[in-house]
């Protein structure tokens, strides 16, 4: 079975410091792993994916995430953070295509609070 | 461009009451969907997934039901809520590669 794990529920940054979110998972295979964001009382928006190739992906408003199969880690960040950037996380990890149904599992969520 | 409505936004309902919620995708054919639960602003639990018209997967036993009438519709529903059920509810669809979110409903069982 396929797992996530956010292992900080909370990340305090100070506005223009580099932010990272921790991310490990699980999975049979070659995974396809996703960043997602949420807003209070808002859907998951979609920040960005690793799928193949380049082990740096970058994403929507200046993220970037660094697969590292060695260590089953796909950690979000962020050169500069921006009080904007304030909002829940989530890591997802979805096993390569089997023919049936994709199923995302998603971590815990990291609440990060940028700090002005 | 595809995208996926979801409503409404926030919903009280007494215990014992009916519930449906709806979801629609529109600008993709035979989308997988998804309803997940997410308790106290938190993790997202999977409720239901369907890969079809009248197909759907149940992940966890509980007082919820899920239907698919259509291939871009589907609903979630309850005949009888429990205060437990309160929470945000959000519908999603996806590609191979990606899933997409609706803006989720809160629904709180008073």
């Known amino acids: 079975a396929q797992s996530v794990a956010q292992p900080e529920d909370q990340v305090n940054v100070a506005e223009g410091n580099p932010l990272t979110v921790k991310c490990t998972y699980s999975v049979s295979g070659n995974p396809y792993l996703f960043w997602y964001v949420q807003y209070p009382n808002r859907g998951l928006q979609f920040l960005l994916k690793y799928i193949t190739g380049d082990n740096l992906v970058k994403g929507s408003y200046g993220f970037e995430a660094e697969f590292n199969k060695s260590q089953t880690s796909f950690h979000l960040k962020k050169p500069s953070a921006l009080v904007s950037d304030s909002a829940l996380y989530f890591c997802a990890v979805s096993p390569p295509v089997s023919g049936s149904a994709r199923q995302l599992t998603f971590g815990s969520g990291t609440q990060l609070t940028v700090l002005p | 461009s595809q995208t996926i409505h979801q409503w409404p936004a926030t919903l009280v309902q007494p215990v014992g009451s009916p519930l449906s919620l709806e979801c629609t995708v529109e600008g993709t054919s035979n989308p997988n969907l998804y309803w997940y639960r997410q308790a106290a602003g938190r993790g997202l639990q999977l409720l239901f997934y369907s890969v079809g018209i009248g197909q759907i997967s149940s992940e966890v036993p509980q007082n919820l039901s899920a239907s698919r009438p259509q291939d871009r519709q589907f609903i979630l529903s309850s005949k009888k809520l429990l205060l437990s059920d309160s929470g945000f509810y959000l519908c999603?669809?996806?590609?191979?590669?990606?899933?997409?979110f609706g803006q989720g409903t809160r629904l709180t069982v008073v």
């Open positions: 999603a669809w996806s590609t191979n590669t990606e899933a997409f």
